[in-house]
């Protein structure tokens, strides 16, 4: 296993120690052997290491110094995570207008390097930004993209991912109910990929969670979270995508 897949496997699973102690090795191996792919990988996992840890400011910084690695490189692909991060912090950091244009920015990179897969993630944050703007009907319609091309496409390393869209659009849409069924269906799918949501969609989760909690209550948001755990993310989206 190359250091990169290591090293996200690491995070996925939330092993935040082995990933920093990971890091940091191969920074310092990485800029002896003039690597600069490994090194971008390398303090880019330290940026999303203090993201997660709740140090928006420490994961810019993380991140800018990923980006100039990669911009120095000359190699345009290595730009692509930190600028992924850099527009996640600006999201998480409620800046959205900025994130906006940096995930756009993003996308046309990704298009750019042929990476449809990445592009469809980035318009998935892209909706995000759309919905914390209030533009519920763009949003919808970037979700769904997304999870048409995620289902067509069986990217499954994604499914958890839209279940997390469709809980926070139900809950923008003040459907609470299907809100709490829809974290119960995310939760189940991270479980069964062996994963732990990214900081900006944990945050997202636990926005949700709390609105559904204030609506329905502790007993009823538990009932539908615990009904969606049961659910197939397919049939579960089935009548949105007729």
Do not use: K
């Not at 909690?213 to 049939?235: S, T, W």
Request: one cysteine or more.
């Amino acid at each position: 296993m190359s250091f990169s897949e290591d090293v996200r496997s690491a995070f996925r699973r939330g092993e935040t120690e082995a990933v920093v102690r990971m890091s940091t090795a191969e920074i310092e191996r990485a800029r002896a052997a003039g690597d600069a792919a490994n090194e971008v990988e390398a303090r880019y996992s330290l940026a999303r290491v203090a993201i997660r840890g709740g140090d928006l400011a420490l994961g810019e910084t993380r991140a800018r110094e990923a980006l100039d690695v990669a911009v120095r490189s000359g190699d345009r692909a290595l730009e692509e995570r930190p600028r992924h991060v850099l527009a996640a912090v600006a999201r998480m950091a409620g800046d959205l207008d900025r994130a906006r244009d940096l995930y756009r920015e993003s996308i046309a990179l990704n298009e750019s390097l042929g990476r449809p897969e990445t592009v469809n993630s980035e318009t998935h944050n892209l909706a995000f930004c759309e919905l914390g703007l209030g533009n519920l009907a763009e949003a919808r319609r970037l979700f769904t993209l997304s999870r048409t091309r995620v289902f067509q496409h069986r990217w499954d390393d994604f499914v958890p991912y839209v279940c997390v869209a469709g809980a926070a659009l139900a809950s923008a849409e003040g459907d609470h109910p299907r809100a709490a069924l829809m974290v119960g269906l995310a939760d189940a799918a991270f479980a069964a990929i062996g994963q732990v949501p990214d900081p900006d969609d944990a945050a997202d989760l636990a926005a949700v969670r709390e609105a559904a909690i204030e609506v329905l209550g502790p007993a009823a948001h538990a009932a539908a979270q615990e009904r969606g755990r049961h659910l197939d993310p397919r049939a579960a989206f089935a009548d949105d995508d007729r």
